[in-house]
Nanobody
Framework: QVQLVESGGGLVQAGGSLRLSCAAS????????MGWFRQAPGKEREFVAY????????YYADSVKGRFTISRDNAKNTVYLQMNNLKPEDTAVYYC?????????????????WGQGTQVTVSS
């Protein structure tokens, strides 16, 4: 069992930065692929980024590529999402997710565990 707790969300002006953290409990964190997703009001949950269990491989949605960076610290059981040059369209609840089988990639339905989410609001 893995429990995920996100933090670091908040209100920021367009062009600003935030760093989200996702702290995981349980011994399976270091063997899990980790992803970040977001959901805006009235929209479906969408993929943002994922990182392999070693941290050596990452992948981003086109909408955030070049602005967001995903990273992980397996010693701290934590995954991060550094968000720079934020835009109003980045406003959403951001969720981290864990995939024990390392094949979920961009598909939210294939992730095994989810956090409760953290709100990010970007004002124009």
């Amino acid at each position: 069992q893995v429990q995920l707790v996100e933090s670091g969300g908040g209100l920021v002006q367009a062009g600003g930065s935030l760093r989200l953290s996702c702290a995981a409990s349980g011994r399976t964190f270091s063997s899990a692929l980790m992803g970040w997703f977001r959901q805006a009001p009235g929209k479906e949950r969408e993929f943002v980024a994922y990182i392999s269990r070693s941290g050596g491989s990452t992948y981003y949605a086109d909408s955030v590529k070049g602005r967001f960076t995903i990273s992980r610290d397996n010693a701290k059981n934590t995954v991060y999402l550094q968000m720079n040059n934020l835009k109003p369209e980045d406003t959403a609840v951001y969720y981290c997710a864990a995939d024990r089988h390392n094949n979920a990639l961009v598909n939210p339905s294939r992730y095994d565990y989810w956090g409760q989410g953290t709100q990010v609001t970007v004002s124009s």
